[in-house]
């Protein structure tokens, strides 16, 4: 069986505003077909708080203990909810809606698409498996998320390991193009994660941050001996390749793609129109 063969750009620790630019471009340029499917590995320097595209900055986030622990902070152009990017191996995927293997459903996509996520999992010894919702109660919790903070619940085909969330991931379809990004966490500052929301009252923070751990796991918690970087994007690389019945083939961007993911970063994800808009 001859395998498809895909782009792979390890892009390092980037800006906020430079990460989801260099999102966007994939996305046009394989819309466009100038470019194969392609799966990108990639961290944060700083540090950043993403918020979903539909989140409301003043309602939810308190943007000033974003500014205090000297955090970056951007807008995604996916939904979902607010995540705190530190340790952690953050991937992209971009296909085309038409590929032969992606199904119609979003909820399917983000399945076959997660499959390379379990067997990255699978791969460093975890025994992830996706959380289904089985009741319509449920469901129902899914569709209305009571918090902002994205670790808080698994949604459809989350990735789990002993019932806690080990991944969490969104997707957007725009241009005939599904672009699926996600956070895989090795270690997490939850007193951290919850300063950057807001609440009701320090009783109801304090009643979700305990909540919390019963809800999410980094993945060196599970483990005896902690995880590299390096050994982790190993797991993740090999994984995508098993689970999606690919090949990926080591891409570096021309100075060309770099200015216009530049390009892309300055005129959207670095203005205060794109992140703090209504």
Known sequence: MIMETWRFIDSGDRDPAYNMALDEALLN?????????????Y?????????????????????EMVEKHQLG???????GRGVLHDKELTYS????????????????AYRII??????????????????????EEEKNALKNPRSAVCFDAPSWYELVVEGRKVAGSAQTRQKGVI??????????????LFDLFNYPSERVRERMQRNFKNKAVPINELRDVPLSMEEVKKAFKDGFEKGLSIKLEPYTLTDAEEAEVKKIAKERYETDEWNFRK
């Open 179 to 192: 672009l699926q990004h996600g956070s895989i966490v090795l270690d997490i500052d939850e007193d951290k």
């Open 93 to 108: 995927v971009i296909v085309t809606e038409e590929h032969p293997d992606m199904p119609a459903s979003v909820t399917e």
């Open 114 to 135: 997660s499959q390379g996520i379990l067997e990255g999992f699978r791969d460093l010894g975890l025994d992830a498996y996706f959380a289904v919702p089985k009741t």
């Open 73 to 79: 902070f951007v807008r995604r152009p996916t939904g």
């Open 29 to 41: 340029w394989h819309s466009e077909g100038l470019i194969p499917p392609t799966i990108r590995f």
């Open 43 to 63: 961290g944060w320097n700083p540090p950043t708080l993403s918020i979903g595209y539909f989140q409301k900055v003043e309602k939810e986030i308190n943007m």
